[in-house]
């Protein structure tokens, strides 16, 4: 089956603008979420969507945003773009039904490489 | 809180070797599970193996086993048989069930691993 999506793979942009990006999950999974890569903080959690429904947050301000639509493809969106906004984001997809399984189907895609100047 | 322990930043194998990468967690949740991924140049993260804190064995994939000691809270990656393409970044990461952060993983900071003929 085809894997996790995700959309631009690379994009410019300067800072104080914004941004989308898209990620399409494996086909039956419900759960998407976010994480930002950098070299200085690593791989940080973003947010989950389950459902269209935001279910987790982590630690970031209120200029990262997302949503989930009823096809589980979800958008995040970061506005008011600055310097250290740069990363690869990252989307993972999984069956969101962890708690009931506990299973490994947690599943990335190749990122999102966003570069602000 | 979660942790997640790399030790070593960076490891060197010969062609054809096996390889243990380190990982040790902590949690306080009796319930998660512990993912290793392989991240190439590319960006892209590679799922390779889980453990379900449950589970009794040892996980295996092909040449990736996971030497699970749970009293230890350590889960390390063994690579037998290594191949250049191997080369690449490797994160262990965590997950905690009953927490209702299921699908939030937490990374550790990575070990990369360089094959030499």
């Known amino acids: 089956k085809a894997g996790v999506t995700q959309t631009p793979r690379y994009l410019i942009k300067t800072r104080g603008q914004q941004v989308t990006l898209s990620c399409s999950p494996i086909?039956?999974?419900?759960?998407v979420s976010w994480y930002q890569q950098t070299p200085g903080q690593g791989l940080q959690f973003l947010f989950e969507?389950?459902?269209?429904?935001?279910?987790n947050k982590g630690n970031f301000p209120g200029r990262f945003s997302g949503r989930q639509f009823s096809n589980s493809r979800s958008e995040m969106n970061v506005s008011t773009l600055e310097l250290g906004d740069s990363a690869l984001y990252l989307c993972?997809?999984?069956?969101?039904?962890?708690?009931?399984?506990?299973?490994?189907?947690?599943?990335f895609g190749e990122g999102s490489r966003l570069t602000v100047l | 809180a979660q942790k997640i322990t790399q030790t070593q930043p960076g490891m060197f194998v010969q062609e054809k070797e096996a390889v243990t990468l380190d990982c040790t967690y902590d949690?306080?949740?009796?319930?998660?599970?512990l993912f290793w991924y392989k991240q190439p140049s590319s960006g892209e993260m590679i799922f390779l193996i889980y453990?379900?804190?449950?589970?009794?064995q040892n996980a295996t994939e092909g040449r990736y086993s996971l030497n699970f000691q749970k009293a230890r809270k350590s889960a390390n990656l063994v690579i037998s048989a290594s191949q250049l393409g191997d080369s690449a970044m490797y994160f262990c990461?965590?997950?905690?069930?009953?927490?209702?952060?299921?699908?939030?993983?937490?990374f550790g900071t990575g070990t990369r691993l360089q094959v030499t003929l």
């Open positions: 993972a997809s999984s069956l969101g039904l962890e708690a009931a399984t506990n299973t490994g189907e947690l599943f």
């Open positions: 086909s039956g999974h419900r759960s």
């Open positions: 969507y389950f459902s269209e429904t935001q279910r």
């Open positions: 990461a965590m997950r905690e069930i009953n927490t209702g952060t299921a699908s939030k993983l937490t």
């Open positions: 949690t306080s949740d009796p319930s998660y599970g």
């Open positions: 453990q379900g804190s449950y589970d009794q």
